[in-house]
Nanobody, 125 residues
Framework: VQLQASGGGLVQPGGSLRLSCAAS?????IGWFRQAPGKQRAWVAC????????YYADSVKGRFSISRDNAKNTVYLQLNSLKPEDTAVYYC??????????????????????WGKGTQVTVSS
């Protein structure tokens, strides 16, 4: 499975961005993760292959929204009310187990099978 994240950029605090993750195939849960400078990678959100189950890390609930368009093999991550601490490289990953590990462990373990290259999001005035 090949994954390509895009849509990152520089945005002011309070602004919004929409990230995209283009996948080469369907049938996988897709998770979003981020890694800030000097920090460990952290789970952000995950959606099952049919979009029927969606999970979020507590740190982004109410601000970020994950959705998928299977006709385009693409999963989106809408980032709203951005804060400087949201600055990170954002990655998408594919999971055969449909987000089972991230949802059960609240992201302490990712369980992902394939990873894409990241896209940089910088929140700064």
């Amino acid at each position: 499975v090949q994954l390509q994240a895009s849509g990152g950029g520089l945005v002011q605090p309070g602004g919004s961005l929409r990230l995209s993750c283009a996948a080469s195939t369907l049938g996988y849960g897709i998770g979003w993760f981020r890694q800030a400078p000097g920090k460990q990678r952290a789970w952000v959100a995950c959606a099952t292959s049919d979009g029927g189950r969606i999970y979020y890390a507590d740190s982004v609930k109410g601000r970020f929204s994950i959705s998928r368009d299977n006709a385009k093999n693409t999963v989106y991550l809408q980032l709203n009310s951005l804060k400087p601490e949201d600055t990170a490289v954002y990655y998408c990953a594919a999971d055969r187990q449909q987000c089972r590990t991230v949802s059960l462990t609240q992201g302490r373990h990712d369980g992902m099978d394939y990873w894409g290259k990241g896209t940089q999001v910088t929140v700064s005035s």
